[in-house]
């Protein structure tokens, strides 16, 4: 006689600790998908936070200026610029000379190898950076030195020379700036621009390369005009 044998199924405590042991060992070897995701969500963040950061230290001392009242750009002076500022420079070694917004200090650096103690007042930090390396790359560093400053926050009265290449919309604030500060003996030189209604002393070159010389007695002169 045959007989029908239905399937069965070993519900032994030993076989299903066996299963369930199988079941967490596979999970465990599962790669965690959100894990992965996670971190990869917070590398790409990570590296746009230092990516912005280098480009913000590094455009943000050039773009600063535009926000500002008076803006004086980074044009770096000539050779026949600096030529005609030396040219005045001559007989002055050992007077200290100051360069208002001194860009990569060309200037400090050609006035420091006229023998003048020559500091630069820059307000982008990455020029004065690079002014500092230029001037020990050519051997003029123990007579430079490189400021970050507002040059209306200068102090003028401590030096001999004064150099400025401004733009006209300045030349007012600086003109009443040197009446206060400016010393009797001292010599105010100006770059592109003159200062308005004032007579030289002396006028060097022509079109952009002229520079104009000042005492300061020239700029009172101007007062008793006006």
Not at 61 to 73: C, D, E, N, T
Not at 99 to 119: K, N
Not at 183 to 190: I, K, L, T
């Amino acid at each position: 006689m045959a007989h029908n044998l239905a399937p069965t199924h070993d519900t032994s405590p030993s076989r299903l600790s066996a299963a369930l042991d199988f079941e967490s060992l596979g999970s465990s070897h599962l790669p965690n998908s959100s894990n992965h995701s996670s971190r990869r969500g917070a590398f790409v963040v990570g590296t746009c936070v230092v990516t912005c950061a280098v480009i913000g230290g590094v455009l943000i001392p050039f773009l600063s200026p535009a926000f500002r009242k008076i803006v004086l750009p980074y044009v770096p002076a000539t050779d026949v610029q600096t030529r005609n500022v030396c040219s005045v420079l001559k007989g002055r070694a050992g007077q200290r000379l100051v360069d208002l917004g001194s860009g990569d200090g060309r200037l400090v650096s050609a006035a420091a190898e006229e023998g003048l103690i020559a500091t630069g007042v820059e307000l982008n930090y990455g020029l004065v950076l690079y002014s500092r390396l230029d001037s020990l790359r050519k051997g003029f560093w123990k007579r430079t030195n490189f400021i970050r400053r507002d040059l209306f926050k200068t102090n003028l009265s401590n030096y001999d020379v004064i150099v400025l290449f401004g733009v006209p919309s300045m030349m007012d604030l600086v003109k009443q700036k040197l009446l206060v500060e400016m010393r009797p003996d001292a010599m105010f030189v100006a770059c592109r621009f003159p200062l308005p209604n004032v007579k030289p002393s002396a006028q060097l070159g022509s079109g952009i390369d002229t520079v104009w010389v000042y005492s300061r007695s020239d700029i009172q002169k101007s007062l008793s005009k006006a």
